[in-house]
């Protein structure tokens, strides 16, 4: 089975690897919609905005085709903006969480320099 990722893909959170349009041909996703606006982030070294403009005007197809009705393109780019900050935000939370934990450890260490796991598995005499 052949794969058809490439050695610099890069594997984000919940959204998976990034791509560089939306394909398919149903109404794109969240995560499809995020996964383009990353790779115009990180590949392209685009702006959020700029990016988040490309992928509106990718979806605004998929969305004609199915008839929906639409809201002005700007506001669909800062919709899509949210979208990106709110996720963003999620990782952010998680990221100073796992610095904070870090700093505690580091901090037991330095209170207790000679404890090793050896130390805490011997028998209690």
């Given amino acids: 089975m052949a794969s058809n990722l490439r050695s610099g893909d890069r594997n984000i959170y919940l959204i998976g690897s990034e791509r560089h349009q939306i394909t398919g041909c149903k109404i794109p996703s969240?995560?499809?919609?995020?996964?383009?606006l990353f790779y115009n982030l990180h590949e392209v070294k685009l702006s959020i905005r700029e990016s988040a403009n490309l992928v509106v005007r990718e979806c605004l197809v998929f969305w004609e085709k199915g008839?929906?009705?639409?809201?002005?393109t700007p506001h669909c780019v800062e919709k899509s903006m949210k979208m990106y900050n709110h996720f963003n935000g999620l990782l952010t939370v998680d990221?100073?969480?796992k610095q904070f934990r870090l700093q505690?450890?580091?901090d037991r260490r330095k209170q207790y320099p000679n404890c090793k796991k050896a130390t805490l598995k011997r028998k209690f005499d």
């Fill in 30 to 36: 969240n995560r499809q919609v995020l996964s383009v």
């Fill in 95 to 97: 990221e100073e969480q």
């Fill in 67 to 72: 008839r929906i009705p639409t809201r002005a």
């Fill in 104 to 106: 505690c450890v580091e």
